[in-house]
């Protein structure tokens, strides 16, 4: 059976005109929100109740479960082509 691990990743918003977090990013990653805190920030993203003018960039912490594949890394490009950088990414850590 291959080894699993947890692969974090941190991504955050390049500018507030693109602030919207893009959801399908978390299915063609195979990941998700790290924390309820960080579920909040992507929900706050989407909130057409705060101003642009109000919105602050937060880094939002993502998780991705690797089964044996302990390389694996974000699709940088392509969260780049939605307003979003790829600021860190943690060490693999074994789960199983």
């Not at 918003?13 to 998700?32: E, G, Q, V």
């Not at 937060?58 to 390389?71: A, D, E, Q, V």
């Not at 780049?80 to 600021?87: D, K, P, T």
Request: contains cysteine.
């Amino acid at each position: 059976m291959a080894k699993e691990y947890l692969i974090q990743f941190t991504v955050q918003c390049r500018n507030s005109i693109s602030r919207a977090f893009p959801i399908d990013m978390l299915r063609y990653d195979h990941c998700c929100p790290a924390s309820e805190y960080d579920s909040g920030l992507i929900h706050e993203t989407l909130s057409e109740f705060i101003p642009i003018t109000d919105f602050t960039p937060k880094p939002i912490t993502l998780n991705y479960y690797s089964h044996g594949n302990r390389n694996w890394t974000p699709t940088n490009g392509r969260w780049q082509s939605f307003g979003y950088e790829v600021l860190n990414i943690c060490t693999p850590k074994p789960i199983s």
